[in-house]
C-alpha cells in the first residue's frame, strides 16, 4: 500500500488543524466556513490506511467536537482505519466536557472498526534489556550536572556543525535544553514534532517534581515523550527526582479556578464537574504511567542505537 500514514493521534490532529487553517485561508477571513469536508477529502485522497497510535481525546475539546464530521468524511473516502486505544470505545472521552455531542463519534467507529483487545497485563517496555549507561539524572546527586555536560561535549565532538538558535545549546542533531523551556514556554506542542526532526538526542534539563498543580506541564511532557519516542529520539534528563518518582500520584485537580469557570461558562452542574475531575484524573494518571514506560524503554542500549542520526 502507498497511501499510508502512521501517527500519533496528538501529531494527527495538529496535522489535520494546519490543513483547516490553509483552507480558511484560502477561502478569507471573513468567512464563516469550517472546512472539516474538505479537509477529509484532502487526508482521504492521499491515504489509504491511516494508523493512528494513542487514540485519546483528554484535553482538547475542540479536537472531540469535530472528530465525527472528520471521519464519517475519511470513512467516506474508503480509507482503512488502524487505531490503538487503552479502553474500548465506548469510554472514549468519558464523562469529558459536552460529551453528548461527541457520542455519536462512537457509533462512527463502531460502524466502520471491529475493537480487538491486545491487553495481555504485561508493559513490554518494562522487560530487562540491555541499558545504554546512565541517561536520567537527579539533580542532588554529586557530579550530575558535570556529568551531563561532559555528554553534551562527548555527543557534539562527533557532530560537524554548531548552530545558535532559539534552544540554549545546539550542535547538529543534539540539543540542550530546559525542562521551563519546551513545556512551561509559549511553544506549544505542535513545536514537539519540529524538534523531533530535527534532533536525534535532546538533553532536558531541571526536570521538576511534577506535583498536583502544574497539571499542563505534565500534560506537555507526556506529549513530549510520546513524540520523542515515536520519532527515535534519544532523551538525557536531568530531574530532581528519580524516574519513577518523577510524578506526584495523588489527584490531578489541576488548575481549580479555571476549571471552575470552564464548567461554568458551560453551564455543568457541580456534580458534573466531579465526574469530569474524576474521569481526567484516570486517564491522566494512565497517561503518566505511559510516560514512565516510555522513558524507561528510552533508557536502554537498543533505543540509543536506533536512534542516532548523527550529521557526518
Not at 28 to 44: H, K, N
Not at 67 to 86: D, I, P, R, S
Not at 261 to 274: I, T, V
Request: proline share 4%.
Amino acid at each position: 500500500i502507498n497511501r499510508k500514514r502512521w501517527l500519533h493521534f496528538n501529531s494527527f490532529m495538529l496535522y489535520t488543524e494546519l490543513k483547516r487553517s490553509l483552507l480558511k485561508r484560502r477561502l478569507g477571513e471573513m468567512t464563516m466556513y469550517d472546512p472539516i469536508s474538505p479537509v477529509a477529502m484532502e487526508i482521504g485522497t492521499e491515504t489509504c490506511l491511516l494508523c493512528l497510535d494513542e487514540f485519546q481525546v483528554i484535553v482538547d475539546i475542540a479536537d472531540a467536537m469535530i472528530l465525527k464530521q472528520l471521519f464519517e468524511g475519511l470513512f467516506a473516502w474508503c480509507m482503512v482505519l488502524v487505531a490503538t486505544y487503552n479502553w474500548p470505545p465506548e469510554e472514549l472521552y468519558k464523562n469529558g466536557l459536552q460529551r453528548a455531542a461527541f457520542v455519536p463519534f462512537i457509533g462512527v467507529l463502531k460502524e466502520h472498526c471491529q475493537t480487538v483487545s491486545l491487553d495481555t497485563g504485561i508493559d513490554f517496555r518494562q522487560w530487562e534489556m540491555e541499558p545504554a549507561g546512565k541517561l536520567f539524572y537527579i539533580l542532588s546527586e554529586p557530579g550530575a550536572e558535570v556529568a551531563v555536560n561532559m555528554l553534551f561535549d562527548e555527543l557534539a565532538y562527533r557532530q560537524n556543525d554548531g548552530t545558535q538558535v532559539t534552544l540554549s545549546k545546539t550542535c547538529g542533531t543534539i540539543t540542550d535544553c530546559t525542562f521551563q523551556k519546551l513545556c512551561e514556554s509559549t511553544s506549544g506542542a505542535s513545536d514537539y514534532p519540529q524538534l523531533a526532526r530535527h534532533f536525534d538526542t535532546v538533553i532536558i534539563r531541571n526536570v521538576p517534581w511534577l506535583k498536583v498543580g502544574p497539571r499542563d506541564q505534565a500534560r506537555r511532557l507526556i506529549t513530549l515523550i510520546a513524540i520523542f519516542c515515536d520519532q527515535k529520539v534519544r532523551v538525557v534528563v536531568l530531574a530532581e527526582t528519580p524516574l519513577h518518582l518523577l510524578f506526584d500520584w495523588g489527584p490531578l485537580s489541576g488548575n481549580e479556578e479555571r476549571d471552575r469557570l470552564m464548567l461554568d461558562a458551560l453551564g455543568l452542574s457541580s456534580e458534573a464537574g466531579k465526574r469530569l475531575t474524576l474521569s481526567t484524573s484516570e486517564e491522566e494518571r494512565f497517561a503518566l504511567q505511559r510516560a514512565l514506560s516510555r522513558l524507561t524503554e528510552m533508557q536502554t542500549e537498543h533505543c540509543w542505537v536506533q536512534g542516532e542520526r548523527r550529521q557526518t
